[in-house]
Structure formats: structure tokens, C-alpha cells
């Protein structure tokens, strides 16, 4: 059975870091795109960051950008949303993605696009 499956979530005070990690099964990551999803009840899905194929062009979500880096471990086969000066305002539940499409060099953040969830990890920002 194909799926992907997310870990590395918890509760975490503002100003802190996280370190998400996105494996699957039944398909090898390293050749697809990888989106990050988060969540929160009642709110509509936001997308955070995603890596294409090549692992050379990340994309962040201005809301993420330069507190969040996302990265390919080739030895591992994991995808890491490393998540640095978290805020209350972070927390959601946080899902990978991919839309399937093996070899793509390019990547996007947009849910209609995804074909693969994983379950979710929830991140709680609080003091």
C-alpha cells in the first residue's frame, strides 16, 4: 500500500523549532515532489513549502519564508520541514504531499494539485 506518513510534530513554545519528516511506503520520495500542508479546524488548507525533484528549488509560502526550510534526505528517504522561530499562529496540523508526477522538477503548494496525503502530525505553539 502506497502512503506517506509524517512525524516529528509536538508541542513546542513560541520562539522554539521543530523538526517535521515526511517517509513513504510503496514509492521512493526522491522522485517526487514534496509539499507540506498545514491545518487548522475550520480553516481552509494552507500550503507552507515544497521541494521538486531536483531538490534545488525549495518554495515557501511568504507566511514560512526564512523561518522554515524544507530538504531531501537521500539516506534516510525522508523529506524535513525544519521549522525555526515558531509562533502561536503555527500551529495546525501539518501534512506531506505529492501529486505522483515521478521526475518532476518542480514543485507547488496548492492542494487540488496533490494525488498522496499522509495522515498529519499536529504542532502546538504555546506557552
Known amino acids: 500500500q502506497v502512503q506517506l506518513v509524517e512525524s516529528g510534530g509536538g508541542l513546542v513554545q513560541p520562539g522554539g523549532s521543530l523538526r517535521l519528516s515526511c517517509a513513504a511506503s510503496g514509492l521512493t520520495l526522491d522522485y517526487y515532489a514534496i509539499s507540506w500542508f498545514r491545518q487548522v479546524p475550520g480553516k481552509e488548507r494552507e500550503g507552507v513549502a515544497c521541494?521538486?525533484?531536483?531538490?534545488?528549488?525549495?518554495f515557501y509560502a511568504d507566511s514560512v519564508k526564512g523561518r522554515f526550510t524544507i530538504s531531501r534526505d537521500y539516506v534516510t528517504k525522508t523529506v524535513n520541514l525544519q521549522m525555526n522561530s515558531l509562533q502561536p499562529e503555527d500551529t495546525a496540523i501539518y501534512h506531506c504531499?505529492?501529486?505522483?508526477?515521478?521526475?518532476?522538477?518542480?514543485?507547488?503548494?496548492?492542494?487540488?494539485?496533490?494525488?498522496?496525503w499522509g495522515q498529519g502530525t499536529p504542532v502546538n505553539v504555546s506557552s
Open positions: 521541494i521538486g525533484g531536483s531538490a534545488d528549488n525549495p
Open positions: 504531499a505529492t501529486d505522483r508526477n515521478a521526475g518532476a522538477p518542480f514543485c507547488a503548494i496548492v492542494p487540488d494539485y496533490m494525488k498522496l
